[in-house]
């Protein structure tokens, strides 16, 4: 991929910068070069969502140790994390996955298994990682306001205007989540997940099949080309109502769902047809959110290096 063309763990530690994605079943991970948002290789370890403390911090070492030799420090780390979660303190509020971790501050302990400053650990949203990275060198390119939605277990959302996330403002729902609001009689959630495609296929079909199985069959299944044209139908019907208020010019569709786009894409874009609303499929894929990671960590370490404005001198 032409991302990680140019990436070489010789640069200077202060060009790497670990960079981590926390999903429901595993963490990736890689290395990340500031100076040319360029991606190392990936890395992944499984990591359920019953893990202890030390099953959680564990992984992180183990990962590191994997995309980044020792005895090389990295200037600092950047983490995509679900939500609930308080990234400015560190502390995940998680009671459906990562139980364990539940009002601990996690700075601490990862500091001590990835070498690093605990004040050089930056966190963020997962779905806001993905928009970034989209924005980035993605999907998102080239327009000035979108929204990226990541489809799997659960359903992420985060909303950008002139290249930057933002949680409110007009047409933006509360902290840029969809996944819980109303949704006929029921949330968002339950009608664009994994656990839909299962259930209207489920119904057509008679078996309960994972999502990845169902998409294999392919379109010529008659089950399989109504379940995903169902779901895309339902997808459209959600973004239409959920989005189009913002005023989006783009919406990428990302997460693991998204890998079957092509049988269900098309019913979305009818949805949308008359909104002028462009959709597409990510670009990056598991690389979005890493990057995206990496990318937010340099605006804040920017932010935080620039020095401070002068005062102008008055001369007597």
Partial sequence: LALATGFSLSEDCKNQILVFDVGGSHIAASVF??????????????????????????????LTKSVLPAPVSPDGASIAMPNPFDSDRGVSYMKHKYKQLYGIPLRPGLAERLRCDP????????????????????????????????????????FAADGKIVVKGRGVPPGGEIWDLPYRDSIVEDVISTSAIQRMYEQLAGIRAEVREIATLGSEYPQVRQTFERFGTE????????????????????????????????????????????????ELFERAPLIGAGVSWKQKDMAETKPPKREPTSVA
Avoid at 37 to 59: I, M, N, Y
Avoid at 253 to 282: H, M, N, Y
Wanted: charged residues 15%; hydrophobic residues 40%.
């Fill in 33 to 62: 070069s500031p100076l040319g948002l360029t991606l190392g290789p990936l890395s992944t370890v499984p990591v359920p969502g019953s893990a202890s403390p030390a099953e959680f911090f564990g992984a992180f070492q183990s």
């Fill in 119 to 158: 004040d050089r650990i930056h966190f963020l949203n997962d779905a806001a990682a993905f928009l970034i990275g989209e924005l980035a060198k993605g999907a998102a390119t080239g327009v000035c306001r979108s929204v990226g939605i990541t489809l799997g277990t659960g359903v992420g959302s985060a």
């Fill in 235 to 282: 997808l459209g019907k959600v973004l239409r109502c959920t989005c189009l208020e913002f005023g989006p010019e783009r919406i990428v569709v990302g997460g693991g769902i998204s890998r079957s786009a092509g049988l269900f894409l098309p019913s979305a874009e009818k949805e949308l047809v008359d909104t002028g609303i462009q959709l597409r499929v990510s």
